[in-house]
């Protein structure tokens, strides 16, 4: 997580001269008092460079929750989880272009401690013209999956070829809003029981220039989970006040 964020940020302060980076960052907060009495946390970042024929992408996700006890008064996470991932691209046309992928997630509260992965593949734009804009990408990965039930594989980090496509479309509503919606499926080659899935769906409104307000709703699955894990799937719904620069 650290390199990735390192990775991002290099990326801001490099390009920050060159008049060619792209922002998103978006921001979640509530707080609720009374009969409950909780936090909420989240935040999206994604940063786009791009220098002649190459681009780096960088997307990052946190959500942290937190809920107090009244019977006990201690406060204690119900929530803390992030991803991210850095892509490299070079575009061969306006359609096609090769792509080296790195990501990772981390979850508290889910089967894994942590999750890796990093591999080659390719992206191809079907769609570039308004109010459409459709990118499909495939990447072959080597992974990495530290368990925190050791008893879930004889191998403790799980390291194996797997695969990953993703679906990234946007349509413009009208000159203020847009429709967004990402899938992701990512699987193991030699075990296809071992997979994980995910999609957001997004409407986005812009306020000015700068300013805009989002409502999100991400699904992400997991298919193989530990018997002390709640649910294969967790689910967010998020409001967020969006900056663009």
Do not use: C
Request: zero cysteines; glycine letters at 6%.
């Amino acid at each position: 997580m650290k390199i990735l964020l390192a990775a991002g940020l290099f990326t801001g302060l490099s390009a920050a001269d060159e008049n060619v980076l792209k922002t998103h960052a978006e921001v979640g907060y509530t707080n609720t008092a009374g009969n409950t009495q909780s936090q909420d946390l989240a935040g999206n970042l994604k940063m786009d460079y791009l220098l002649f024929q190459n681009g780096l992408r960088f997307v990052g996700n946190v959500l942290y929750s937190t809920n107090k006890n009244f019977d006990t008064n201690q406060t204690a996470a119900t929530k803390n989880r992030w991803d991210a991932e850095l892509n490299y691209d070079y575009n061969f046309n306006k359609s096609w272009a090769f792509n080296y992928l790195a990501g990772g997630k981390g979850d508290k509260f889910s089967t894994y401690v942590y999750q890796a992965y990093t591999g080659p593949g390719a992206i191809w734009t079907a769609l570039k013209s308004d109010p459409n804009d459709l990118k499909f990408q495939a990447n072959i990965l080597w992974s990495w999956d530290k368990y925190r039930d050791e008893t879930l594989t004889e191998e403790n980090p799980n390291q194996y070829a797997s695969w990953q496509a993703s679906l990234d479309y946007a349509y413009k509503i009208t000159e203020t809003s847009k429709f967004i919606q990402y899938l992701m499926y990512r699987s193991e080659f030699s075990d296809s029981a071992n997979y994980f899935a995910k999609s957001k769906t997004a409407l986005e409104s812009k306020l000015n220039g700068f300013l805009s307000l989002g409502v999100s709703y991400t699904v992400d699955y997991t298919n193989n989970k530990a018997d002390n894990i709640r649910s294969y799937t967790d689910r967010v719904f998020l409001a967020a006040l969006i900056a663009d620069f």
